[in-house]
């Protein structure tokens, strides 16, 4: 995880670098998937640092502004209908999809998140003690709620594992599936196989801490395609072929 501790200055800097050195995903994808700062960028990060704040949280766990600027930057673009993502935290990555989709004026976020009962973490189903877990139901996505993000969000509170199949078998398709919950080998490989048959043609897989376990590289391998990753954290998958309509965008 990057921590979001920079100034305003290095930030611009380190997304102008990411943008204008196409990452591992090659030339063509960069051409068709712009992602560049897009207006508004400062005025994101300005309003997150204020809920933020405003909450009185502390450690952030989230992939910090630059990736939270590429999870914008895809959901403005490809325009999805349905993001379901596996672990909120306080939120600070769901504020990011939310305030696209309502720029988009149009999609759904469905967040599922298990909270954690003791300031000591859980212990992952790797069997290793993850500090990462939100403490207490009421801290889940207070980030989403203090910035009034909730009109496109639906929370459901509870174990990936038991929540997200029916999820998937009631929504049916999905554009967006990002996983950011239990980063063990075992979750994350089960996270990959279970969400990738609902994603719809030239929709994401997308992926936080892909450099944690060899997962993400075996799952993208699995489904024929070199594993894509940003800034060796975030990882993306495309089904199928890209979308002509998106090429424009
Ligand atoms: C790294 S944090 C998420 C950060 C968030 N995506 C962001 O960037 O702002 C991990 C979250 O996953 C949740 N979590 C861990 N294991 C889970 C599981 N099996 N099912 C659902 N959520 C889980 C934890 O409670 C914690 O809130």
């Not at 290793?128 to 969000?153: E, H, N, P």
């Not at 398709?173 to 719809?200: K, L, M, N």
């Not at 450099?211 to 800034?231: D, M, R, Y």
Request: proline share 5%; aromatic share 12%.
């Amino acid at each position: 995880m990057i921590k979001a501790k920079t100034s305003l200055g290095a930030y611009w800097r380190e997304l102008k670098a990411r943008t204008i050195v196409p990452w591992r995903l090659g030339r063509d994808f960069h051409r068709t998937y712009r992602v560049e700062p897009l207006p508004g960028a400062r005025a994101r990060r300005r309003l997150v640092d204020k809920a933020v704040r405003e909450c009185g949280l502390g450690e952030r766990y989230s992939v910090g502004p630059w990736l939270n600027e590429v999870l914008y930057n895809f959901t403005r673009i490809a325009r999805p209908d349905v993001i379901v993502e596996t672990g909120v935290h306080y939120g600070i990555s769901s504020a990011y999809w939310l305030m696209a989709l309502e720029a988009n004026q149009k999609g759904t976020l469905y967040s599922i998140d298990l909270p954690c009962l003791t300031p000591e973490g859980q212990v992952n189903a790797d069997g290793v003690r993850d500090l990462s877990y939100v403490t207490g139901v009421d801290q889940t996505g207070v980030v989403v709620k203090r910035m009034g993000l909730t009109a496109r969000w639906k929370l459901l509170l509870g174990d990936a594992r038991t929540l997200l199949p029916g999820l998937l078998a009631d929504l049916g398709r999905v554009g967006f599936f990002y996983h950011d919950s239990d980063h063990s080998y075992e979750h994350q490989s089960w996270e990959y196989r279970t969400a990738w048959p609902y994603i719809a043609a030239g929709g994401w897989l997308m992926s936080d801490d892909v450099q944690w376990t060899p997962a993400f590289t075996e799952f993208s391998q699995g489904v024929g395609q070199a594993p894509k990753t940003w800034l060796n954290q975030l990882g993306v998958l495309q089904k199928g072929t890209l979308v002509p309509s998106l090429r424009s965008a």
